[in-house]
């Protein structure tokens, strides 16, 4: 079974608090993603990673910083976050960028 | 960009009904469109999923048809059961110098006794 693994799996942090979000997978998939979700809206894309490279960053505020240590590892650096950064953090991996994309249960994060 | 449209945002049904979820697309380089299943508190959940080559897909009671002349694509639920109440939510995947998912908007299913 496809399997993304993602810690923590609820997160408070104040706004100068630094944290950061991990992302798991040993699928052997090449491609990793990270997605913001509100409630009751669609995930948003932040950034693609493909073979280690990061291949898109959809605008996002320099608060949030990616990191691919290696192809099984995702991770997402936070600092100086907003009340509005408050979210669930998906982590998504695929074979490749064409490929099928499988979620990780994500991180509920909380800004205070 | 890519645009994605759904519809109905919400739906509800009887359970052994059949429920159909419409959704539209902008970019005709699109050439992959997921469904996702997302129940509450837990991860979008991919169920089937469909190519640009090929116009309709089933597996067991979900299905799904694409219209590529028209942009449009269904996902097709039969014999509704209260497990399949959750948020449905199609998407579409641009490809090109750099491939991204863009996800419609959601769908709401309510499977009632």
């Known amino acids: 079974d496809t399997e993304v693994t993602q810690t923590p799996k609820h997160l408070v942090m104040g706004m100068t608090n630094k944290k950061s979000l991990k992302c798991e997978q040993h699928m052997g998939h090449r491609a990793m993603y990270w997605y913001k979700q509100k409630a009751k809206k669609p995930p948003e894309l932040m950034f693609v990673y493909s073979y280690e490279k990061l291949s898109i960053n959809e605008s996002v505020p320099s608060r949030f910083s990616p990191e691919c240590p290696n192809s099984s590892l995702l991770n997402l650096h936070l600092h100086a976050l907003q009340p509005e950064d408050s979210a669930l953090y998906l982590c998504?991996?695929?074979?490749?960028?064409?490929?099928?994309?499988?979620f990780g249960d994500g991180t509920r994060l909380s800004i205070l | 960009g890519e645009n994605v449209e759904q519809h109905p945002s919400t739906l509800s049904v009887q359970e052994g009904d059949s429920a159909v979820i419409k959704c539209t697309y902008s970019?005709?380089?699109?050439?992959?469109f997921p469904w996702y299943k997302q129940e509450l508190g837990k991860r979008p959940q991919l169920i089937i999923d469909?190519?640009?080559?090929?116009g309709e897909k089933k597996d067991q009671r979900i299905a799904v048809t694409l219209n590529k002349t028209a942009k449009h694509f269904s996902l097709h639920i039969t014999e509704t059961q209260p497990e399949d109440s959750a948020v449905y939510f199609c998407?579409?995947?641009?490809?090109?110098?750099?491939?991204?998912?863009?996800f419609g908007t959601g769908t709401r299913l309510q499977v009632t006794l």
């Open positions: 469909i190519r640009s080559n090929v």
């Open positions: 998407a579409a995947l641009q490809t090109g110098t750099a491939s991204k998912l863009t």
């Open positions: 970019d005709s380089a699109s050439n992959y």
């Open positions: 998504a991996s695929s074979q490749d960028v064409l490929s099928p994309q499988h």
